[in-house]
C-alpha cells in the first residue's frame, strides 16, 4: 500500500520561499497521478497544484506563476517549490496520489499527513 510523507513546512515571511517533499513508498510514483492540496480549520479543502504520470502539470488560478510541483522518480519525491508566499497561503498541505484520477479535485484515493505553512505579513 502506498504510503505518503510530507515535509518542509514551516514560518515565514510574506515574499519568501518554502519547498515542500512528499516521498513515498510501497510503491513507485511512476505508477500514480500525484497532487497538492491544502487546507485551513473551518474550510474544504482546495487543490493547489497536480502533476500527471506523463509529467503534464496544473495549477490553481491563486497559486499560477508562484508554485511549481515536480517530482524525482529516482528518490520516490515530490516536491512543491513555493515562492512569492502571501499570508493567505497560510495552511496545512497535503500531498495525495492515485493510480488513475488526475486533478485538482480532492478524488484522490492516497493522502499524507500533511505539513504546516505559516505565511506572516
Known amino acids: 500500500r502506498l504510503q505518503l510523507e510530507e515535509s518542509g513546512g514551516g514560518s515565514v515571511l510574506a515574499g519568501e520561499s518554502l519547498r515542500l517533499s512528499c516521498i513515498a513508498s510501497?510503491?513507485?510514483?511512476?505508477?500514480?497521478?500525484l497532487g497538492w492540496f491544502r487546507q485551513v480549520p473551518g474550510k474544504e479543502r482546495e487543490g493547489v497544484a497536480a502533476?500527471?504520470?506523463?509529467?503534464?502539470?496544473r495549477y490553481a488560478d491563486f497559486v499560477k506563476g508562484r508554485f511549481t510541483v515536480s517530482q524525482d522518480n529516482t528518490k520516490n519525491t515530490l516536491f512543491l517549490q513555493m515562492d512569492n508566499l502571501k499570508p493567505e497561503d497560510t495552511a496545512m498541505y497535503y500531498c495525495?496520489?492515485?493510480?488513475?484520477?488526475?486533478?485538482?479535485?480532492?478524488?484522490?484515493?492516497?493522502w499524507g499527513q500533511g505539513t504546516q505553512v505559516i505565511v506572516s505579513s
Open positions: 502533476i500527471d504520470k506523463d509529467g503534464s502539470a
Open positions: 495525495a496520489a492515485d493510480r488513475d484520477f488526475y486533478g485538482l479535485d480532492a478524488e484522490y484515493n492516497y
Open positions: 510501497g510503491s513507485t510514483y511512476s505508477r500514480y497521478c
